[in-house]
């Protein structure tokens, strides 16, 4: 069993770097094209250095942004990371936005999720890793 992952919650100034992932944009799905916004997450995990998704395969091509540790260098390291926390990582995304096993009429894609989706692993999910984020873009008290 993994060591419980240290959190806390995110500064005002890790929202305002994380702007420039959290415009809409289009993201593809099965040769459609979606205007998504990304959901963010509002727990930082460990340092919080590294930028990933989590990408529940009902929901796609909506997602999740989490600032997770720095040790996260891959792909492969962000699909770890959120498989050994899986529990620490649902739980907050849940008490922020809810989760569809909940809801007694689950969105769709037509129901504006973009920014507030709920949470929907029913089905599994992958992730993604941002090569282009690092921690010291990041100004904290910390």
């Avoid at 096993?101 to 992958?126: A, K």
Wanted: charged share 30%; net charge negative; proline share 6%.
């Amino acid at each position: 069993m993994a060591d419980l992952i240290e959190t806390r919650d995110i500064t005002q100034e890790e929202i305002i770097s994380l702007s420039p992932y959290m415009k809409k944009h289009k993201e593809g799905l099965w040769g459609k094209s979606y205007q998504v916004i990304p959901t963010l997450v509002h727990t930082v995990f460990g340092d919080g250095g590294q930028l990933i998704s989590l990408d529940p395969t009902n929901s796609r091509p909506w997602y999740y942004l989490i600032l997770a540790p720095s040790e996260i260098e891959s792909f492969e390291d962000a699909l770890e990371f959120i498989t050994e926390n899986e529990e620490a990582i649902f739980q907050p995304i849940e008490e922020m936005y809810g989760n569809v096993d909940d809801e007694e009429d689950p969105p769709d894609e037509d129901d504006g999720v973009d920014g507030c989706m709920p949470l929907n692993i029913g089905s599994g999910y992958t992730c993604g890793y941002f090569y282009d984020y690092k921690k010291d873009k990041v100004k904290t008290n910390g």
